[in-house]
């Protein structure tokens, strides 16, 4: 613009000059011509040097305003050719800030990325922790909730974290725990009722996560803004539930103070990851309370298993079902033993048919329960096997299903010892009363036959002949055979009987167990 401007000036003298010089010449000729023939030259004829001087100030005139009209053409220009500057001054301001702003707007967009991308590294590495927490695989809820709450609580940087379970109605959430960072402390909160916040639970029944950032402008908390919101400084909140079975269990709630907080679709997703999780310990505490009251339910078994059946016949049977994979077949015996030699007795309360029909039938099976009580601590004790009873007849072995050489002097002493228990049971009419044992050893069968109401039981003669000396022995007394004779002789005192008849086996010789012979 200045070259411009220059270019004008010196165009302005040039014209100057040039009609300055051209009036000179033309004075010039008129004064140096002496020939008066005028009709020769082209030019006008000056006869007065006033005209001269005249035509002198009309060309320098003429000037003036070819040089004042140039000056004005000038002073446009420039006002133009300023404006022209201003104006492009201020586009390429424009396009610089344009620039500026899309520079801003790149680095503030990779900053973003790059933090989320960090936020997601960070998320994923928290999961992965969390997929290996024993409490959460192996069922122990309250541990799993609490480690949730802190690493969540860190995660997304909040100053609280609690999660909250339904009741069956779905109308009342209950704290499980609450996390709060700057305290480092697990706690717990009241329970929120849906007739205090309906929008609140309609809001959780409907949606699978609520991300607010003002909680104060987002009508789902509007209920809870004056009561929960302000008093404890929360802002934001984020919330997801978890589900069982497609049941809502209830929630995890992601609380932001202080600041309000744009939860970030890696945060909402984070949330979802965590329900996830709590969804899976959940169901492995179910599936752990199923199987302890599957082992509790198998124990019981067992003990009433072995309540009719002893603990090697027990486990014998339930090897068979496993290995067979089907519950006991209809072939016949499942079980059975031969054993050379086993000691047996049988005991029945004398007179005890007539008692019974003098007192009511609950009366009777609470003596008979009283009695065979006692004589079952006894069995353990001498660690016999009890086998049954039948009415007011009690019946054990020695000797089986684990064979031993001491059965006939265990058989003895617990024989002995009934005599003295009996003693403590009286009748209504003061009278105590009494037993009738009869004892014989033998060979034996001993098993499990049948398929129903499982029932470990002894076959053979000997369990015929220990039966009929019971039948044929005296009250108060025991009453054994030659073969169970020959066995405690050394170490028992006992009293020959003689020959007696013996239904099915003619005469016998029997004994009276007396006590044990003191060394």
């Given at each position: 613009?200045?070259?411009l ?22 004075l ?25 001087i ?82 959460i695989?192996?069922g ?15 995660a ?8 909250w ?11 499980l ?45 509007q209920?809870l ?11 934001s909140?984020?919330?997801s ?21 744009l ?6 997703s ?8 709590l ?6 505490q179910e ?16 003990r009433?298993?072995?309540?009719v ?40 309360i ?12 609950s ?38 299903p684990?064979?031993?050489?001491d ?17 403590k049971f ?29 029932i ?10 220990a ?14 055979t ?18 007696i ?19």
């Amino acid at each position: 613009m200045v070259t411009l401007a220059v270019t004008i000036g010196v165009q302005t003298i040039a014209i100057a000059a040039i009609a300055k010089n051209w009036l000179d010449n033309r004075l010039n000729i008129k004064l140096a011509t002496r020939t008066p023939n005028l009709s020769t030259l082209d030019i006008p004829t000056l006869d007065h040097p006033l005209e001269i001087i005249s035509n002198r100030w009309l060309v320098l005139a003429m000037a003036i305003a070819i040089a004042s009209i140039l000056g004005r053409s000038l002073v446009i220009t420039l006002n133009r050719l300023k404006q022209s500057n201003k104006e492009l001054e201020s586009l390429i301001q424009e396009k610089t800030n344009e620039l500026d702003a899309s520079k801003s707007s790149l680095q503030r967009t990779n900053f973003i990325l790059s933090r989320r991308e960090q936020q997601l590294r960070k998320q994923q590495n928290v999961l992965f922790d969390l997929t290996k927490d024993r409490a959460i695989n192996q069922g122990d809820f309250i541990v799993a909730v609490q480690n949730i709450t802190r690493t969540g609580c860190y995660a997304l940087n909040v100053e609280r974290v609690s999660i909250w379970l339904f009741d069956k109605n779905k109308t009342v959430l209950h704290c499980l725990d609450l996390y709060q960072k700057s305290t480092h402390i697990h706690s717990e909160a009241d329970v929120l009722t849906a007739a205090a916040y309906p929008s609140l639970f309609k809001a959780i029944l409907e949606n699978r996560s609520v991300a607010i950032e003002d909680v104060q402008e987002d009508p789902v908390l509007q209920e809870l803004v004056v009561s929960y919101c302000i008093p404890l400084n929360v802002v934001s909140v984020l919330l997801s539930r978890f589900e069982l079975s497609g049941e809502v269990m209830g929630i995890i709630l992601f609380e932001h103070t202080e600041i309000e907080h744009l939860w970030i679709e890696e945060e909402i997703s984070f949330a979802h990851s965590l329900s996830d999780l709590l969804a899976l310990s959940l169901e492995a505490q179910e599936r752990r309370r199923a199987e302890e009251s599957l082992r509790f339910e198998q124990k019981k078994s067992e003990r009433l298993l072995l309540n009719v059946l002893p603990q090697e016949i027990a486990e014998r049977l339930k090897s068979i079902q496993s290995m067979t994979k089907v519950h006991l077949k209809t072939s016949g015996t499942i079980v059975a033993d031969s054993f050379e030699e086993v000691t047996v007795l049988f005991a029945d309360i004398v007179n005890f048919t007539e008692y019974a029909a003098s007192i009511s039938a609950s009366e009777l099976v609470n003596v008979l329960n009283d009695i065979f009580s006692e004589f079952d601590h006894l069995v353990e004790q001498y660690e016999l096997e009890k086998i049954k009873t039948i009415g007011d007849s009690y019946m054990v072995v020695g000797g089986l299903p684990v064979p031993s050489k001491d059965h006939a002097e265990l058989i003895a002493e617990m024989a002995l010892q009934m005599q003295t228990v009996i003693q403590k049971f009286k009748r209504s009419d003061g009278s105590v009363f009494s037993l009738r044992i009869g004892i014989h050893t033998g060979q034996a069968i001993a098993g499990v036959i049948g398929t129903k109401k499982f029932i470990y039981d002894l076959w053979g003669d000997t369990v015929n002949v220990a039966s009929r000396m019971e039948s044929y022995g005296l009250a108060g007394c025991i009453q054994v055979t030659e073969a169970t004779y020959q066995l405690l002789k050394t170490k028992y005192v006992l009293e020959e009987r003689g020959a007696i008849n013996i239904k099915g086996k003619g005469e016998m010789i029997t004994y009276l167990l007396k006590g044990k012979i003191i060394i």
